[in-house]
C-alpha cells in the first residue's frame, strides 16, 4: 500500500460532503491537502483538517466551468509545493427534476458542471500530474449504472464521466499515471439533504431497489474514496454492492428495466413532478 505522507492532493467541490470528508482523511494521513471550491473556504474549514502529521493545507478559490481559474489554482499549488500527486474531480450538482419541468439552462449547466467540469479539471492538472506519475479519482455515479426518471441530465453527465475516464486510462498509463472512477449511490452530504427534503423525491429514491436505494455516511464514502486513492483503483463502489450492479448493468439500462418501471412511471412521474414543483413554489416564495 502506498503511503499519502507528503503527497498534494486537489479535490474539487472541497468545501463541504464528500469533498471535504476524503480531503480530512487524508489530511490524517499526512497527505498536503488543497480544497478547491468555487466559493472561498472558511478558514474554519482548512483549520479542521489535521495537521499533526506535518501536512500543510490550502484553499484554493476555482471554478470548474472556468477554464482560467483552474490553470490559475494550479499555478497556486505548484509555487506552494512544487508538485501534485493527485487529484479528486469530485465537483459537482444535482438537481432533481424531469425534462419536461425543468428550466434548459439548468439541465446543461448540470452536464457542464459534472461532465465538463471534470475534463477542464484534468486538462488544467495533467502536466503536473504525469510529471509525478500521479493518479485521478474521478467522481461518476450510482445513476450511471441504471435509468430512471428525474435525473435524466445527471446521469448523462456521470455516465460521461465513466467513459472519460476509462478513455483517459488508456491514454496515460503508459506514462505512470492511473485513472480511477468512483460510484458512489446516494450519500449523506448537504447536496443529498436538499433534495431527500422533497416528498415525492424521498419516495422514488425509496422505490428503487437495493442496492440503489442504500444511503451511505459521508464518512463511509470518504474512507472508500481513500481506499481507492491509495491502491490506486481502477474502480471504486458506494455501497460495495454496486460491483456487482456494474457487472449485469445491461440489465437495469434495457428494454426488460423499461418494461418493469414504465407501469409504476404512469403514476410516479406526475407525483415526482407535482412535488417538485411544489417544493419551488414553497422556496420562491420563502425568497421573496
Known amino acids: 500500500m502506498a503511503s499519502m505522507a507528503g503527497k498534494v492532493v486537489l479535490i474539487t467541490g472541497g468545501a463541504s460532503g464528500i469533498g471535504l470528508e476524503t480531503g480530512r482523511r487524508l489530511a490524517s494521513q499526512g497527505a498536503h491537502v488543497v480544497l478547491v471550491d468555487r466559493s472561498d473556504i472558511p478558514a474554519s474549514v482548512i483549520g479542521s483538517l489535521d495537521t499533526s502529521a506535518h501536512g500543510r493545507h490550502l484553499a484554493v478559490t476555482a471554478d470548474v466551468t472556468d477554464t482560467a481559474s483552474l490553470e490559475s489554482a494550479v499555478a497556486q499549488i505548484l509555487s506552494e509545493y512544487g508538485c501534485l500527486d493527485v487529484v479528486v474531480a469530485n465537483a459537482g450538482i444535482a438537481e432533481a427534476g424531469t425534462v419536461a419541468i425543468s428550466d434548459v439552462e439548468t439541465l446543461t449547466r448540470i452536464v457542464d458542471i459534472n461532465l465538463n467540469g471534470v475534463i477542464r479539471t484534468v486538462h488544467a492538472t495533467l502536466p503536473a500530474v504525469t510529471a509525478q506519475r500521479g493518479f485521478y479519482l474521478l467522481v461518476s455515479s450510482a445513476a450511471a449504472l441504471k435509468t430512471v426518471p428525474g435525473q435524466s441530465a445527471y446521469a448523462a453527465a456521470k455516465t460521461g464521466v465513466e467513459a472519460f475516464g476509462g478513455g483517459l486510462r488508456l491514454e496515460v498509463a503508459h506514462k505512470g499515471v492511473g485513472?480511477?472512477?468512483?460510484?458512489?449511490?446516494?450519500?449523506?452530504?448537504?447536496?443529498?439533504?436538499?433534495?431527500?427534503?422533497?416528498?415525492?423525491?424521498?419516495?422514488?429514491?425509496?422505490?428503487?431497489?437495493w442496492p440503489f436505494d442504500v444511503v451511505t455516511d459521508v464518512e463511509d464514502c470518504a474512507d472508500a474514496f481513500v481506499d481507492a486513492i491509495v491502491r490506486r483503483r481502477r474502480k471504486v463502489y458506494v455501497p460495495g454492492a454496486l460491483r456487482g450492479v456494474d457487472k449485469i448493468r445491461g440489465v437495469f439500462t434495457g428494454s426488460l428495466w423499461d418494461a418493469i418501471l414504465r407501469p409504476k412511471m404512469r403514476k410516479t412521474v406526475p407525483l415526482l413532478e407535482r412535488g417538485i414543483l411544489e417544493s419551488r413554489a414553497r422556496a420562491a416564495l420563502t425568497r421573496q
Open 179 to 209: 485513472v480511477g472512477v468512483a460510484h458512489p449511490a446516494f450519500v449523506r452530504t448537504p447536496m443529498f439533504q436538499s433534495q431527500h427534503s422533497i416528498e415525492s423525491v424521498r419516495a422514488s429514491i425509496e422505490e428503487l431497489p
